[in-house]
């Protein structure tokens, strides 16, 4: 049997492929393009040598390369995690989130309807196509608001917002009109290993150990849900195994902070690892800088109803959870260097050349 993960070389998807192999018997095809936001070395070289993984680099939107993706491998399940994924490329340069988004997500679910109409009853009914959304579909919360569930309506307010809702509903429309088995997942913002430097949490612990400033948009007092991102893995492979056709499962870290807070908490972090700064704790780094435009107040997830259907619940505390990034990120200078010296993370105050402080 044979998993399809799309985006695989990524954050999320990288987390998820290794628990899959950890934790199944399957075959696991990575279909990526390997775009800029997969950082090489997000998944370990040994995996050339695995008979069960296979990295085919392709794009979503090319439906000929999928139709002999499909036809090679035959999957019982795609989790489809391959997305621009970055709320601020969106705003500078949203074609690129239409395209693969929008129109890679349709081309996929095609190629995976073609797929699907091939099969006998009962590979027909066992095969699930995982779509892996976010809760920012669902637009802003305010700060006493209840937190949104699977009955939320849809309020998407960013272009990288419109572009996975715009996807949502092309992957509802697809089970409602033709009868693919899809399932549709919302998520809060995931923390962990692995993450692109031009991330907030990855780019404030790079800059913060080095000294640099640490620029927090508005008050910082926008408030988002952290899910570390193996419950998020472990999360989407119980949904493609058990969950139920036409069903939204929401996953969240039940852990919310403004992100001044998690800025802050990053500083004491760093300042317990490391050598202090001249000029004191590195709290003293932060700067309040211009409001990023149309910037949601607070997103949560409520995952009641997922815990009672899937037994899912986060499992990681998110204080010991940002301890072990940390950590993590000081101890894998190697993974991130070669982000930082290419120039791409020179726009957001992050340049070639830096160093770790202490
Ligand atoms: P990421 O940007 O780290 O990785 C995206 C991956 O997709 C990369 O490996 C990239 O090479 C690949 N990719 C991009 N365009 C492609 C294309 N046209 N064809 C094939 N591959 C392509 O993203 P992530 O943070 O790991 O997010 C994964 C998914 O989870 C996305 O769909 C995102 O919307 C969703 N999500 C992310 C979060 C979060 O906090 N990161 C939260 C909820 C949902």
Known sequence: MTILVTGGSGFIG??????????????????????????????????ADDPRYVHERADIADSEALARIFATHRPRAVLHLAAESHVDRSIDGPTAFVETNVVGTQRLLDAALAHWRGLPPDGQAAFRFVHVSTDEVFGSLEPDDPRFTAASPYRPRSPYAASKAAADHLARAWHHTYGLPVIVTNCTNNYGP?????????????????????????????????????????????AARRGVAGETYCFGGDAERSNLALVERLCDLLDDRLQRLPDGARRGLIRFVADRPGHDRRYAMDVSETTRSLGWRPARELETGLAATVDWYLRHEDWWRPVVESGATDRLGLPAGTRLAG
């Open 14 to 47: 990288s987390a998820l492929v290794l628990h899959l192999l950890a934790t199944g018997e399957e075959r696991v095809v990575n279909l990526d393009r390997l775009t800029y936001a997969a950082v090489p070395g997000s998944l370990p070289a040994s995996l």
């Open 194 to 238: 692995r993450q692109h430097p031009e991330k907030l949490i990855p780019l404030m612990i790079i800059k913060a150990s080095a000294g640099l400033p640490l620029p927090v948009y508005g008050r910082g007092d926008n408030v988002r849900d952290w899910l570390h991102v193996e419950d998020h893995a472990r999360g989407l492979a119980l």
